[in-house]
């Protein structure tokens, strides 16, 4: 495969190694993002809805961010940039995100030396804005990693969430954002192939997949222009699903409410009047129906509390509480004034196995304390089909109880 130079247009010979890019601080979210694409693709009228209600956020989206802000500087610093500050973790567990951020920078990395091996002036773009809106009006987004060699353009985008696996495969943001990175290098390359990755070190999951040019561009053609053209005006159908999951009408969508209730009348049947089918089919949405009512709960709650909103047959009352010490330095105090011992009023235990490692280092723990170590079997669960983990054989799948 030839250099990336010579894959150009125009007649352009130099390649930039490394390219200045937009910082994570500084992103803005169109109302036709590319991270919400999965949702007004699915559900057009939803977006200029969510448009109108505040933007929500989390301990959780917050702890993503500082993630996010720690994956970038690590592939800086490795692509040369030494004179960026190390971002700051705050309340976050700081060994955590550092290990899992760990694992992004090593899959990154590694990424970037083996194209450059082939390749030695590919294009490397970090948290780089991604302008799609020839195609979605003002879409743009921010790609976490962008690499431009030979005729292949490859987008990477580091989540640290640990809720489900996202898959790289027919994913509209990951497609977003390579109509994006294309519309920056095509008129310079050759581009014939787009690759796209989605690393989620938390659950260990990194998921692949790659597309043409031509089929990119067919399905921005054919598929996300006239659907986005329903949602720029509010247009189109509602329809609900697991998209529905992180939308801002989520507790109050009739639309997923029909759909959660016609649902419940199989939930709530007995099972035995149900075929294997039919149970199949209920344990595929059951997640949803549970998170539809904890979202409605949710809303319903926090009326009550914050805007003192009346439910017919609720009421808002304090939570139970657990006593605690209100000064454990005085109630030890007082317990020695009073003849009891300190093994009676303490527990001396182990620091736990993160603080051991930590205390340590991931070397030494492993060889002075590995054979030490064992990890239980976790208790049996039953997951779709799709989770990574490896199925465990129960005495079902046996024609005969083995014997042990």
Not at 21 to 44: G, N
Not at 159 to 173: C, D, F, M, T
Not at 264 to 274: G, Q, S, T, Y
Request: glycine share 6%.
């Amino acid at each position: 495969m030839p250099p990336l130079c010579t894959a150009k247009k125009g007649g352009r010979t130099e390649g930039a190694s490394f390219a200045q890019s937009a910082k994570s601080t500084e992103r803005k979210h169109a109302v036709l993002s590319a991270s919400s694409a999965h949702r007004w693709l699915a559900c057009p009228p939803s977006a200029m809805l969510e448009k109108e209600l505040p933007d929500e956020t989390t301990v959780y989206a917050e702890e993503g961010s500082v993630a996010h802000e720690v994956a970038e500087y690590k592939v800086r610093w490795y692509l040369g940039e030494r004179d960026i500050p190390m971002p700051s973790t705050g309340n976050f567990n700081a060994e955590e995100i550092d290990r899992y951020t760990d694992s992004y920078a090593y899959y990154v990395t590694d990424k970037i030396e083996t194209i450059r091996k082939s390749c030695p002036d590919a294009v490397v773009l970090v948290e780089q804005r991604l302008d799609f809106s020839n195609y979605v009006e003002d879409g743009f987004g921010t790609g976490d990693l962008v690499i431009v060699a030979d005729d292949v353009i490859q987008v990477i985008d580091f989540k640290y969430g640990k809720g489900v696996a996202v898959s790289a495969e027919h994913n509209p943001q990951m497609m977003l954002y390579a109509l994006g990175a294309l519309n920056l290098y095509d008129y310079l390359y050759d581009i014939k192939m787009v690759k796209m990755a989605i690393v989620q070190p938390r659950l260990d999951s990194i998921s692949e997949w790659e597309m043409s040019v031509d089929e990119l561009l067919s399905w921005a053609e054919n598929t996300l222009k006239p659907i986005t053209q329903l949602a720029a005006k509010g247009e189109g159908e509602f329809k609900a699903g697991s998209h529905c999951r992180f939308c801002k009408l989520r507790a109050t969508c009739r639309k997923r409410a029909e759909f959660m209730l016609e649902t419940a009348k199989h939930e709530f049947k007995e099972p035995a009047e149900l075929t294997d089918e039919e149970i199949a089919g209920v344990l595929t949405i059951a997640a949803d129906l549970s998170k539809w009512a904890e979202d409605v709960f949710a809303y319903a709650q926090a009326k009550a509390i914050n805007e003192g909103k009346h439910w017919r047959g609720f009421k808002v009352v304090e939570g139970r509480s657990k006593r605690q010490y209100a000064d454990e330095g005085k109630i030890a105090e007082v317990c020695r004034d009073n003849g009891y011992t300190l093994s009676q009023i303490y527990k001396n235990t182990l620091i736990g196995i993160t603080d051991m490692e930590k205390l340590m280092g991931k070397k030494q723990f492993r060889e002075l304390l590995g054979e030490y170590i064992i990890k239980p079997k976790g208790k049996l669960t039953l997951v779709p089909e799709s989770d990574k983990r490896e199925e465990v054989h129960t005495l079902g799948d046996f024609d005969e109880i083995p014997q042990f």
